[in-house]
């Protein structure tokens, strides 16, 4: 099993930038479909972007590519999200997920992620 830590998040400006990393320990994370997540005080858990065990086609949620990029460094187990650009609207507990590689489709649904973080709070204030 793997276990999950985000960390990096904190409060910003309108504007600003903020980068996630989510570390990972217990097995290697270059076994792993890795996906980022957010969640908002009173809505749903939404994607927000996934990379697949190569770190090759990231997918990213809508209206957040070209504003967020997403990384991985198996050898450091470590998963990152740039966030630029911040807006209100992108507060929320941001949380790391991590599925079972069994091919290079990243899934976007939070069903298919077997392993979660605890999360890291991001705010945005105007």
């Known amino acids: 099993q793997v276990q999950l830590v985000e960390s990096g998040g904190g409060l910003v400006q309108v504007g600003g930038s903020l980068r996630l990393s989510c570390a990972a320990s217990?097995?290697?994370?270059?076994?792993?479909?890795m996906g980022w997540f957010r969640q908002a005080s009173g809505k749903e858990r939404e994607f927000v972007s996934g990379?697949?065990?190569?770190?090759?086609?990231?997918y990213y949620g809508d209206s957040l590519k070209g504003r967020f990029t997403i990384s991985r460094d198996n050898a450091r187990n470590t998963v990152y999200l740039q966030m630029n650009s911040l807006k209100p609207e992108d507060t929320a507990v941001y949380y790391c997920?991590?599925?079972?590689?069994?091919?290079?489709?990243?899934?976007?649904?939070?069903?298919?992620?077997?392993?979660w973080g605890q999360g890291t709070q991001v705010t945005v204030s105007s």
């Open positions: 217990g097995r290697p994370l270059s076994s792993y479909n």
């Open positions: 990379i697949n065990w190569r770190g090759v086609r990231p």
């Open positions: 997920a991590g599925a079972l590689a069994r091919g290079l489709d990243v899934a976007t649904t939070r069903g298919a992620y077997e392993y």
